[in-house]
């Protein structure tokens, strides 16, 4: 009868109103909450209780503070105490213990008669292991050394239990799923007999050793059929010299998540595992496959085995199904956007050797720049296009002609298919068919000179797309020039510096003085404030202007201000401050976009703080704080008085 | 015994065997929080026993002196005597809602079951006892025996303990209802005031004394039967 779903049962009601309005309970869905509610026991503890000591209480529950407080402290050895925390309603005590799987790790002592919800800490790592955000909840609010831990008791948790696909591809280490066993063969084993090997073996590749048995090289079937047959070599031919070199490895500790990433950015789909500086498996694309059921290396695979510009245009519409998937298995908006980056990146590549099949080869060397945040790879959905072209300077006439007019067909002809495949046009022209961003090396380097040297606002404005180039295709080398000569004058550039510094501290998060959020009073965004251009771009324009100051050799944001923070050009705190903060505003705006997405909107940047949970609420603030001391980081390092 | 035997019409309902089994010989002498209790409180049509009417029996149980979210007990009953007018309910429950209830007969055993062997517990729990045990004469051929303690009583033995023996309980007896008790010991505080609810404030309140008594030395089960059933309640 008790048991009964609707049963009238205030217990219940009460529990799940008061976990609807803590943190971070309230993430949950009010079935969960329910089902949670119904596990919960509460309990009293009279003022002066001593619920937990140190080093010693078993922690069996997650206390939930209903009423009354807790103070929480340290006793040393010799029996010295430091207050640590004072804790009251809405709060909770006992996480960190159960998580670590340790006894109490502080004094617990009630200040006041108080009351508790109790939660048994089985129930309680199975909400952790079931819901993302609150998950994630604990992860953040705890020390990068607990987090490793929190990550260790997943992965057991998960092992035993068996429940959803959870957070597999970022906790499966590569020693675990690689199940391909090494085979080696010399360098001078002709081509024909390692086929037999490999068809023998059932397996796709071996590895090829020198006289000393050091590995040098991989041959895999793909090597045999595209340069073997395909070049009409004869099957005499030593492995050595169609083997790729060297072999790309990963570490046995790496994540699964990893191996993938460099299998679609170094273009394999075989990476050899090394273990302590050995080499002692082999992982393919295939063995991950069949551990991941949505793995990205699908749409990877899928991508690469087009044979038409057009078989393309569908395939950037699948990019959101799989980073839905990343999404849901608990991936960091850091790893999304990279994968974003990535696959952008591989369909952009294959319609480029596409277009250059039917186009026949350039008349020079260029390579395609990609700029703004395809260049800091951090594209969410449906990015604007942001591109342009750079080739090799040539004192022949003739060719320099014959290369302008080649790059302006195949430029527009590239823009045309982009925007099929659902990237929008760049509003304000910066692409590649636009003559003036189709330029040989020497043009490229006097725009930059000539941005840094007269500080207009134009320039200052270019500065925040163009600067933050990469080059992903074609010769690459040109743009790596270009890079290391903008960043051998950038640091002396007082004026232009000045200038971006300045510009870093026109404008305030959107926070009022009393730390709510500033939204938009009317028109079509009424209510909501741009995550973008309110928040986000603080801290990419912070990371450039500091990057361009220090010649940091980096374009994306999170990698700029890891080298920032640990070469000391900024104090490491506020780095790994604005680090967290920014791969916030990132997380918001990714599952913003996906939200919209899914209602069949266009996405786009505007966040309602209405929507937002508590939790997120508060966070987002605490993002947004760390704005003013990146602001105040400005003013110091530059000398700026306040404007 | 054996007269008490020939006397019954017929044998006492299997439940009522077994509590009064159960309850006959028990030890008292471990500490509270190893015996289970029921917290309960009903709501009746008026306070005569000769012709009111339970319509309401509302519990949540205790373990280990821990609230148990999961195991609580409402149903509402339909009343036998149809001539109870709304005016004379003094809750707000509409006749309508009572007279889709089931009867005491279906009710009163899932009662008992959910009990179990459990203690009982209640704000001057003594009446809704006795209504409870003449409705389970009727109907099951027996009564209850179960134990109770009284958390009107304990609050008044709370006090005495608290201000010391010259505590005048007479002078502000009218706080011993439950929502002055509850603000006076500043108990989380529940609105709504059904049989359900007023369970629950009472279980948070049987916590609040029972764990508050431990400083003065009452521990054991047979200390707070003691300790409840020095106060004699005026009604």
């Known amino acids: 009868m008790a048991s009964d779903e609707d049963s009238y049962s205030p217990p219940l009601t009460v529990i799940v109103k008061f976990l609807q309005s803590a943190l971070p309970f309230n993430s949950l869905d009010s079935r969960a909450l329910y089902r949670l509610a119904r596990l919960c026991r509460i309990d009293f503890f009279p003022q002066g209780t001593i619920v937990f000591q140190q080093g010693i209480s078993t922690v069996d529950y997650l206390y939930l503070i209903q009423q009354g407080g807790v103070k929480s402290y340290l006793k040393d050895a010799d029996d010295e105490i430091s207050l640590n925390d004072y804790r009251g309603r809405g709060e909770y005590f006992g996480a960190l213990p159960i998580i670590q799987n340790t006894r109490a790790n502080l004094n617990v002592e009630t200040v006041e008669d108080t009351f508790c919800f109790l939660i048994s800490k089985d129930d309680f790592l199975q909400l952790l292991a079931r819901h993302r955000e609150f998950s994630q909840y604990f992860l953040r609010t705890m020390s990068a050394k607990m987090v490793k831990n929190v990550y260790a008791e997943f992965r057991q948790h998960k092992i035993s239990t068996k429940t959803e696909s959870g957070l597999y591809l970022f906790s499966a280490t590569i020693g675990k799923i690689a199940k391909g066993r090494l085979f080696t063969i010399p360098a001078g084993t002709a081509v024909r007999e390692a086929a037999v090997i490999m068809s023998e073996k059932r397996i796709g590749s071996l590895l090829v050793t020198d006289n000393d048995g050091k590995i040098i090289g991989i041959v895999t079937d793909r090597d045999i059929r595209s340069k073997v047959v395909a070049r009409g070599l004869v099957y005499q031919t030593d492995v050595a010299e169609i083997m790729t070199a060297p072999v790309q490895t990963i570490s046995s500790q790496a994540v699964c998540f990893d191996a993938i990433l460099q299998m679609m950015k170094k273009r394999v789909h075989h990476l050899a595992v090394e273990q302590g500086g050995e080499i002692v498996r082999m992982i393919t694309t295939h063995d991950i496959m069949v551990t991941q059921g949505t793995s990205p290396l699908y749409l990877f695979r899928e991508i690469g085995a087009q044979r038409r510009v057009s078989g393309l245009y569908d395939l950037s519409a699948k990019i959101y199904q799989v980073v839905r998937s990343l999404i849901e298995e608990g991936a960091k908006a850091n790893n999304i956007t990279r994968m974003i980056a990535v696959l952008n990146d591989h369909i952009l590549e294959k319609m480029l050797s596409l277009l250059l099949e039917e186009y026949g080869a350039a008349p020079l060397p260029f390579c395609w720049l990609l700029m703004g945040s395809e260049g800091r790879r951090e594209q969410t959905f449906k990015t604007d296009q942001d591109n342009a072209i750079l080739y090799a300077d040539s004192d022949d006439e003739v060719k320099n002609l014959r290369a302008a007019e080649f790059f302006r067909s195949f430029g527009e002809a590239v823009i045309g298919h982009l925007v099929k495949c659902g990237y929008p046009l760049c509003p304000g022209d910066i692409m590649a068919s636009n003559p003036k961003w189709r330029q040989p090396l020497a043009v490229w380097k006097g725009y930059f000179r000539a941005w840094c040297r007269t500080p207009t606002p134009e320039s200052v404005l270019n500065s925040t797309i163009f600067f933050d180039f990469k080059a992903e295709f074609g010769a690459v080398e040109l743009a790596a020039e270009l890079r290391s000569e903008v960043l051998g004058y950038s640091k002396r550039e007082d004026l232009f510096l000045m200038h971006m510094a300045r510009n870093c501290l026109a404008s305030r998060p959107p926070l009022s003085f009393f730390k709510n959020f500033v939204v938009e009073k009317d028109g079509r965004h009424k209510d909501t404030f741009d995550l973008k251009r309110k928040g986000m771009v603080f801290f990419v324009d912070f990371a450039r202007l500091l990057s361009l100051k220090y010649g940091v050799d980096e374009t994306n944001t999170m990698a700029r201000l890891q080298v920032l923070g640990q070469g000391g050009y900024i104090p490491e705190s506020l780095g790994m401050e604005l680090v967290e903060a920014y791969e916030f505003l990132m997380q918001v705006r990714l599952v913003h976009q996906l939200h919209q997405m899914d209602g069949g909107h266009e996405p786009d940047n505007y966040i309602k703080p209405g929507d937002l949970s508590d939790l997120e609420r508060q966070t987002l603030k605490e993002a947004f704080a760390v704005i003013s001391r990146l602001q105040e980081f400005i003013k110091q390092e530059f000398h700026l008085a306040e404007l | ?235």
Not at chain 2, 129 to 140: G, Q
Not at chain 2, 195 to 222: H, P, W
């Open chain 2, 1 to 235: 015994m054996f007269t008490d035997f020939f006397k019954a019409r017929k044998a006492p309902h299997p439940l009522i065997r077994q509590n009064n089994r159960y309850f006959r010989e028990f030890s008292a002498e471990s500490p509270l929080g190893e015996y289970d209790f029921i917290v309960f409180d009903t709501e009746l049509t008026g306070f005569s026993k000769k012709k009111d009417e339970i319509i309401a029996i509302g519990a949540v149980r205790i373990s280990n002196l821990q609230i148990s979210g999961a195991e609580t007990f409402y149903a509402l009953v339909k009343p036998e005597n149809n001539s109870h007018t709304p005016s004379t309910l003094v809750h707000r429950l509409t006749p309508q809602e009572l007279m889709q209830a089931d009867d005491l007969k279906v009710v009163l055993p899932h009662f008992i079951e959910f009990c179990g062997m459990a203690f009982l517990a209640g704000h001057y729990v003594r009446l809704d006892f006795e209504f409870i045990n003449r409705a389970a004469k009727k109907i099951l051929g027996g009564v209850l025996q179960t134990p109770y303690l009284d958390t009107m009583r304990l609050a008044m033995a709370f006090n005495e303990y608290k201000h010391g023996h010259y505590y005048d309980h007479y002078n502000v007896r009218s706080s011993y209802n439950l929502a002055a008790l509850s603000k006076e010991f500043n108990l989380p505080e529940f609105v709504e005031h059904n049989a359900m609810d007023d369970a629950l404030q009472t279980a948070y309140l049987f916590l609040f004394l029972v764990k508050k008594m431990r400083r003065y030395g009452v521990r054991t089960m047979a200390d707070f039967l003691k300790a409840g059933r020095n106060w004699k309640i005026i009604l």
